[in-house]
């Protein structure tokens, strides 16, 4: 794996004015934000910047929080290496959200994946002590993958590990995670914590 270098990394056209207070949480690729919306009122104690690098999706949540008076929700329309290596603060994130990150199926695209990129190092740099990594995807090859990756070439434990076709114990999460489970499809659920 090659080292990660952060001043090949190009600056990052957003910005935080202030820096959101501990707890803080951090999801990268947040989609059109149902996952943020719920997380940030069912804990209004804790803070959460919800970043995606699609204008059209983060205008989508940007509508579905209207009314909702969040305070603790910061969103960032941002690419991820760019943000996180610049504007968040090493040692600031107790929980990183990865939810159905693109899989980049393709051998021709596997050093696209989270797992297998430098800039990994800098999610987890960007961790507290005792941070963990949520992850979940729809695909079976992503999931042994990712574990793989985390395991031995992050240093993380497996804290949690589960899979669930046609129903969830919980509501789904995210926009995506309705449609697999709709689908039928089987999604795989990963909390990946420091040793
Ligand atoms: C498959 S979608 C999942 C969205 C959401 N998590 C869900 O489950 O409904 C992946 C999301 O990651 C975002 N994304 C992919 N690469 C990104 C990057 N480098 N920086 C920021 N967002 C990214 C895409 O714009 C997209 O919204």
């Not at 001043?7 to 957003?14: A, G, M, N, S």
């Not at 910005?15 to 209004?44: M, S």
């Not at 804290?159 to 926009?175: K, V, W």
């Amino acid at each position: 794996m090659r080292i990660f270098k952060k001043e090949h990394i190009p600056k990052p056209k957003v910005t935080l004015d202030v820096y959101p207070q501990a707890p803080l949480d951090l999801e990268i690729g947040c989609g059109v934000g149902l996952h943020p919306i719920a997380y940030c009122r069912a804990n209004p104690q804790r803070n959460l910047i919800a970043l995606d690098r699609s204008r059209l999706r983060m205008h989508k949540m940007e509508k579905s929080m209207q009314g909702l008076g969040l305070q603790n929700l910061y969103m960032v329309c941002e690419d991820a290496d760019k943000f996180v290596a610049h504007e968040v603060k090493p040692g600031s994130i107790e929980n990183l959200f990865l939810l159905y990150p693109n899989p980049y199926p393709k051998k021709a695209q596997a050093n696209k994946r989270w797992h297998q990129m430098p800039l990994m190092a800098c999610f987890l740099d960007a961790l507290t002590r005792e941070g963990r990594v949520h992850l979940a995807t729809n695909e079976a090859f992503y999931a042994q993958e990712a574990k793989r990756y985390f395991v031995e070439q992050w240093q993380l434990r497996v804290e949690y590990e589960a899979s669930y076709q046609n129903q969830l114990p919980f509501m789904p999460r995210t926009h995506f995670e309705k449609k697999y489970i709709e689908r039928g499809e089987t999604i795989y659920d990963f909390i990946f914590a420091k040793r």
